[in-house]
């Protein structure tokens, strides 16, 4: 299996655009989670899916914030409109019993 | 406000030294304890869990957990330059996840040949 997927690995916009960034699961993991990380703040659970179904969404920090798994395979976290603070790496994760599988990140920039 | 808190570093050690690596954590309903291991610009890959008082070995690893104290530590021995790394600290209630899994500032570990 090729692990966690995420595209895209880096993302550089301008505050107001709209942001969409994407996962693809390890196969036959029933969790999915989304993270950010940044130096002030460490890493945070902003959102996780249970076969498919969000569970948890109280990490979400704003409204401009939101995510959606249409399938067991796709998931994606979309910021509308991106601000400079939003400016951070974004990790997805599925969960094997009690394992969670990082992918690579996305590196955005809001400029 | 669950907390969970390590000294950031960066902890020094020599090569074949033990790297001690601690983390506290704020809520006494914690169930699981989790530590991973994250390189400069990687994501957070998991080393070890563990639930139970004691200590739990893995190869060069042990992980120590102390439920009383609420204290949770990992020891590396025979510690390698390959494992210079940021050590993240993760703790959560019961066996699911969720608003209740947190992570730790991490800590940062240079091992010196």
């Known amino acids: 299996d090729a692990g966690v997927i995420q595209s895209p690995r880096h993302e550089v916009t301008e505050m107001g655009q709209e942001v969409t960034l994407r996962c693809k699961p390890i196969s036959g993991h029933d969790y999915l989670f989304w993270y950010r990380q940044t130096m002030m703040r460490g890493l945070e659970l902003l959102i996780y899916f249970n076969n498919n179904v969000p569970i948890d969404d109280s990490g979400m920090p704003e409204d401009r914030f939101s995510a959606k798994m249409p399938n067991a395979s796709f998931s994606t976290l979309k910021i509308q409109p991106s601000e400079p603070r939003d400016s951070a790496v974004y990790f997805c994760?599925?969960?094997?019993?009690?394992?969670?599988?990082f992918g690579p990140g996305t590196r955005l920039t809001v400029l | 406000q669950k907390e969970v808190e390590q000294n950031s570093g960066p902890l020094s050690v020599p090569e074949g030294a033990i790297a001690s690596l601690n983390c506290t954590y704020s809520?006494?309903?914690?169930?699981?304890f989790f530590w991973y291991r994250q390189y400069s610009g990687k994501s957070p890959e998991l080393i070890m869990s563990?639930?139970?008082?004691g200590d739990k070995e893995d190869g060069r690893f042990t992980a120590q957990l102390n439920k009383a104290s609420q204290y949770v530590s990992l020891l590396i021995r025979d510690s390698q330059p390959s494992d210079s790394a940021t050590y993240l600290c993760?703790?959560?209630?019961?066996?699911?996840?969720?608003?209740?899994?947190?992570f730790g500032p991490g800590t940062r570990l240079s091992v010196l040949p």
């Open positions: 994760a599925s969960r094997w019993r009690d394992e969670q599988f």
């Open positions: 563990i639930y139970s008082n």
């Open positions: 993760a703790v959560n209630e019961g066996d699911n996840y969720g608003q209740n899994f947190v």
């Open positions: 809520d006494r309903g914690s169930q699981s």
